[in-house]
């Protein structure tokens, strides 16, 4: 029998005697009873009735019956010179994209026509077989078979999905002469292809030679614009669109608030979102809102996000995700943990995004107890903690002061990627641990794992928080010759920072003025640190211009630049400087520390009375001050740049956000119980000396981070040494 198959079925699949009888072959029957008996006394179909119940057999679950059916044929010799039925039963395999069966029947066909052809190349061109349809293409060429409409738009498909661009044009010309160049679907294909090579400017040319366009014309222009990081163009394309009165789809709007997420263009964001309200009934479905949360928060504007969330009747995981990573970026990593609260009681289901986004909630605040409660769900729940899950445990523990942890999740990962091994990296810098830093630097190349800038620049950051200049300047000046990797302008101001810090001014600087990039507002901001640590206000007020030129939007740099010139009593230029501050509308960040007591985060502003413990607190900060003057503690208040009197400044300084967490941690926390702190400034010197001493005094072990590094304060000591 001509019908060999990779598959052995006999008539034993449907021996009548033991009542094998498909639903489907007898409904057929009571439909054309015209059928003839085999010899086993089984009813055979004839080739019409069974090309209609094959073509019928769109459902997964149908799939054996027609594997039945074909055992059938086969019992019945139906196939043999059987040009309909064999091409009705490679179809068949296509729709269910087994292409090695439908490949051997194919093979079968004698009289092959364009129909079997296109209906191979498409099956082999949707079922990731792009090289095969290819090939196929041109042996349908070959055979003497000239290509349609129906075969280019699956042969341009498979060519962009291989990136195949010099075969790609060349089916485009092949499509061309064959006169298909006004052919709305063979021209989107091309639209599609070209989008995919990462020709914009072809697909661009051919969109607007088009004579006719649908809405698939328009939706990839825009998906290719995306795709190719043009966000602009996406939204012109959208513009075009309008004038010619057509309306959008979901798929476009999902594309162009992309697009203005991609370009930061809040305005044309919100004006798609009036178009989704205006018509919420055809478009009031989940991925929309899901993707105006993202664009709301990525754009900070939280409390419209917030307002889209609270109108989702039935969240699911995306846009709970969606809202937890807004907060856990705009900087509200308090909110976002009160959201995945109530997440949990809500029963909605946490996936790694979710994790993920918590756990860097939780290193914002250094809220440990939650993020090991959080760890301690995932082993509960069975989640792998696979690379992107582990690296988010490291970098939890090392930003909330467990290092020991980090490194025992570090440890425990059975594969490590780059990613993995530059969080530990990075962990032990802000620990001010820089030679553990070099040592674990060092074992991944050992790995075989190269450097890239990433890694590279924690690892000078690493030596710059330890004081490891010889350490640092090795590392610096091989990075090029050793890994390949050329200085960027983050290198530059690790760099700077090592040397400013050690007190090496004069060598920070001429290193910027013969530097081969331009020096970033970062770099001089580095060097200006350094002048404030060594008090060095002429060099500053030589650098003040740069950072005027450089134009500076954070205003960190200014408010250095005005401590400065306070702490020389400069106090015409420290009013020039404020005043260049007001002009610009920039305000100095208000001090904010965090204190987490039995998984309870608390935050706490500079001055703040609006805790439920004030009373409390005030109380018991008088009585350490009472306590700690005592022992010899004096002010400092060189820390308090305001020209006031001294009592005042005392009194400013005892304000500040830290001293009101610990003096809440100490209230609400047994004898013995570790203090854990987050502050979203540098620490001054007069706190960092009172919470040396109230360590001693209480006996209690500090460990506060401040936006620079980790300080471990016990016994009336810091892990910095004093170099911070």
Request: net charge positive.
């Amino acid at each position: 029998m001509n019908g060999a198959l990779p598959f052995t079925l006999t008539h034993k699949l449907l021996k009548p005697h033991r009542g094998h009888s498909p639903t489907l072959l007898k409904r057929s029957l009571h439909a054309n009873p015209t059928v003839t008996q085999s010899p086993q006394n089984g009813l055979i179909l004839t080739s019409l009735q069974c090309g209609s119940i094959l073509q019928s057999l769109t459902n997964a679950k149908l799939f054996t019956k027609g594997q039945q059916l074909h055992a059938h044929i086969i019992i019945c010799g139906t196939l043999q010179h059987n040009t309909y039925l064999n091409t009705k039963l490679a179809a068949f395999y296509v729709s269910f994209g087994h292409m090695a069966e439908a490949q051997l029947i194919f093979d079968l066909i004698e009289l092959k026509n364009s129909f079997s052809w296109n209906l191979m190349i498409r099956g082999y061109a949707c079922s990731a077989c792009s090289l095969k349809s290819i090939a196929l293409y041109r042996e349908m060429l070959s055979s003497g078979w000239r290509a349609d409409k129906f075969t280019y738009p699956f042969v341009l498909k498979a060519c962009g999905d291989l990136l195949l661009t010099e075969i790609g044009k060349m089916v485009h010309g092949e499509a061309l002469v064959c006169g298909l160049e006004s052919d709305i679907y063979v021209c989107n294909s091309l639209l599609a292809m070209y989008s995919k090579f990462g020709d914009m400017a072809m697909a661009r040319m051919l969109f607007d030679r088009m004579s006719d366009r649908d809405l698939t014309s328009w939706n990839t222009m825009i998906a290719g614009y995306i795709k190719n990081n043009s966000s602009k163009e996406a939204l012109g394309v959208f513009d075009v669109m309008g004038k010619a009165g057509l309306n959008v789809d979901g798929i476009t709007l999902l594309g162009l608030l992309s697009a203005c997420t991609g370009a930061m263009a809040l305005k044309p964001g919100k004006a798609l979102h009036c178009y989704v309200v205006r018509h919420n009934a055809e478009f009031s479905n989940k991925f929309l809102r899901n993707a105006l949360i993202q664009m709301y928060s990525k754009f900070s504007n939280i409390t419209y996000a917030r307002r889209l969330f609270d109108e989702v009747k039935v969240k699911d995981t995306v846009t709970w995700n969606s809202m937890l990573s807004g907060y856990e970026k705009s900087g509200d990593a308090f909110e976002s943990l009160r959201l995945f609260c109530r997440m949990v009681t809500e029963e909605a289901g946490p996936d790694e995004v979710t994790i993920v986004s918590v756990l860097g909630a939780c290193d914002h605040c250094t809220a440990l107890q939650f993020g090991t409660s959080v760890h301690s769900c995932l082993v509960k729940k069975g989640f792998s903690v696979n690379t992107i899950v582990g690296t988010s445990l490291i970098d939890m523990y090392a930003k909330c002061g467990s290092l020991a942890c980090s490194r025992r999740v570090f440890d425990d990962m059975p594969e490590k990627n780059l990613v993995a091994w530059s969080a530990m990296v990075a962990g032990y810098g802000v620990h001010g641990r820089g030679r553990e830093a070099i040592f674990i630097f060092h074992a991944m190349i050992a790995n075989n794992i190269l450097p890239d800038e990433g890694i590279i620049t924690s690892v000078l950051s690493a030596c710059s928080h330890a004081g490891l200049v010889y350490e640092g300047r090795q590392i610096f000046h091989s990075m090029t010759t050793e890994y390949n990797v050329k200085p960027t302008p983050a290198h530059y101001t690790c760099f700077v920072d090592l040397l400013g810090r050690a007190g090496h001014l004069d060598e920070a600087y001429d290193l910027i003025k013969s530097m081969e990039v331009i020096p970033t507002s970062d770099i001089w901001a580095a060097l200006l640190f350094a002048c404030r640590l060594h008090q060095n206000a002429n060099l500053a007020k030589i650098l003040e211009q740069k950072v005027v030129e450089m134009n500076s939007e954070g205003a960190g740099t200014y408010v250095c630049l005005s401590n400065i010139y306070a702490a020389e009593k400069w106090w015409d230029d420290v009013e020039r400087v404020r005043a260049l501050l007001r002009r610009k509308g920039l305000k100095k960040p208000a001090g904010c520390s965090f204190v987490e007591v039995d998984k309870v985060v608390h935050r706490f502003l500079v001055g703040d009375r609006s805790h439920h413990q004030t009373e409390a607190i005030y109380a018991k900060l008088k009585d350490l001050n009472h306590q700690l003057k005592e022992v010899g503690y004096k002010p400092d208040t060189s820390s308090v740049f305001y020209d006031v009197d001294e009592e005042v400044k005392e009194k400013m300084l005892w304000d500040h956000s830290e001293r009101l967490a610990i003096a809440f941690a100490l209230i609400n926390t047994g004898p013995g119980t570790i203090i854990r702190i987050t502050k979203n400034l540098r620490i001054c010197v007069d706190c960092h000396t009172v919470t040396k001493l109230i360590s001693k005094l209480m006996c209690r072990e500090i460990i506060m981070r401040d936006i620079h590094r980790f300080h471990l304060f016990k016994d009336g000591f810091c892990s910095c040494g004093d170099y911070w």
